[in-house]
């Protein structure tokens, strides 16, 4: 069964969950090995999970921010690096969905080919400015010769690029005080990727540098002006804790039934009835309990509100990056706790989840940015 034919959001989890196995059973060769989790993403795509949030005109299904959340933790319980990977690509197709900024005939045929199975992602970040959310201006320049803009640069952390059939680059317009976002498609001329990304943690992401090369494209390919650093609110940039979440779920499931079954012969029956170890395991509980209610509660608000409510959203958006991408790297610390030193065992999924949590402290947005814009509407209430 495909996810466009599923009736609810029950049964698009459950199509997950089958998808989740399959994805669980390839992830330690995927990290082991560093390589691009390739037949997962083509089970995506072929399972018709890549154009749930195109809108419904379109040839999608316009679910809502919260399904998309419950739908990407499960993602990331198989697999972090492919939920990650198209948790991007999935929620910048929702966010243009619902913000409606391109010109209409340019998107409809970025939904046309995302139907067809095409995938998206932005080439923001570049090493001299670091994160494009501190609102540095782009090295890569556009400099327009009659009707094409001509682009030069490279772009670093281009997550999901070995499958990219789109990217949005940012660029400084020459000649002018203003930077652009670019929709490049990845066949045009002086295009092409560098193979650079060494991370220990989602290694399987595929955030390769991406060199532009006097790339011509057409004048409406400028889809959208923007400032740099500008802080909007973003409700889509939730599918990033809700992958973290979702590790950190694996993690709490593997150490339960680890506890559940180990039996060293100094006790009588499990570990999981030590209370020093149900200690662990019930703040392990307590934490994902936090997490899901604040994550889908805010989602859930977003997907209530209108336009002017959504942005007054963007403090509590950060808080949920924050809070649950805190709390999900203390699930799995607490989950390597319980199952002692066999977690640091290569063969063992808790040292990657280890490795593969702490990522999230570096998506953005950073927590250093979020503290202080708490800060800031708490002295000024």
Known sequence: MEFHKANSLDERLQLMDHLAVKFRERANDIDEEGKFPFANMKELKESGYTSLTLPKEYGGSGISLYELLRLQEKVAEGDGSTALSIGWHMGIIKNLSEKRIWKEE????????????????????????????RGGKPQTTARKDGD????????????LSPMLDYFIVSASIEEQDEVGNFLIPRSTQ???????????????TGSHDLV????????????EKIVPGKKGANGWLLHIP??????AGAAQKYAVQFAKEYSPNSIQGSISEIP???????????????ARHFLYSVAKQWDASNEEERTQMAAVLSAVKLAVTNGSIKVVDLAMRVVGARSLSRQNPLQRYYRDVRAGLHNPPMDDMTIEILAKNAISR
């Open 106 to 133: 340019i998107f409809h045929e970025v939904c046309e080919q995302v139907r067809q199975g095409a995938l998206i992602n932005s080439a923001a970040s570049e090493a001299q400015t670091g994160s494009p959310t």
């Open 148 to 159: 094409v803009w001509i682009i030069n640069g490279r772009k670093i952390f281009t997550t």
């Open 190 to 204: 002086g295009v092409s990727i560098e193979e650079t990304w060494d991370s220990v943690a989602m290694s399987g």
């Open 212 to 223: 532009l090369e006097n790339v011509r494209v057409e004048a409406e390919n400028l889809v």
């Open 242 to 247: 809700a992958c973290y979440l979702g590790i």
């Open 276 to 290: 020093s170890v149900r200690q662990k395991i019930g703040e392990m509980e307590l934490e994902l309990m936090k």
